[in-house]
């Protein structure tokens, strides 16, 4: 099931077909130094993917979906939505490294933020970010403002909240479709 789609993306239903390039994400110490978290051996890799496959989105705040590049069929990294340590709408993602530095990262951004505000109707959302991570602290800061910079416990590290009002996003949606 096809989610929503962005100029150059498809994000859809995760399946087992994507264990590979999903390991190819999970297992790499690039990608996971970013959250920050230790790199999965495959078997972890394999078990996070199937906890997710094994989710019934209904009963759950924590969705996360595929990401898959048009005309590719390739797994691109995940895409989220969840509720943070307070309760708010929250976004998430993360790429492969291979599709770093393309963009992907703004379009699958402002792709969830689109779709959270216009599909599920929500007024306010949040993205946590470690400080860390600067190429997704510069793609947060093109749409939210940064709220509060907190000490999180379950990675160990120090991360930042950024906000956006719905308000704010029509606001700016308006104002670009007019230039």
Partial sequence: MNLFETERLVVRSLSAEDADDYFDMNGNPNVMRLIPREAMSREDSDKHLQNFLDTDYARTDTKVYAIEAKGEKEFVGLAGMLKNNKGEDEIAYRLREKYWRRGLGTEIAEGLIEYVFFHMKTEVLTADVYVENRGSVKILEKFMT?????????????????????????????SSNRS
């Avoid at 940064?146 to 308006?174: A, G, H, I």
């Fill in 146 to 174: 940064m709220r509060e910079e907190f000490f999180n416990p379950s990675d160990n590290c120090t991360d930042r909240r950024y906000e956006l009002q719905r308000s704010d996003w029509e606001t700016v949606k308006l």
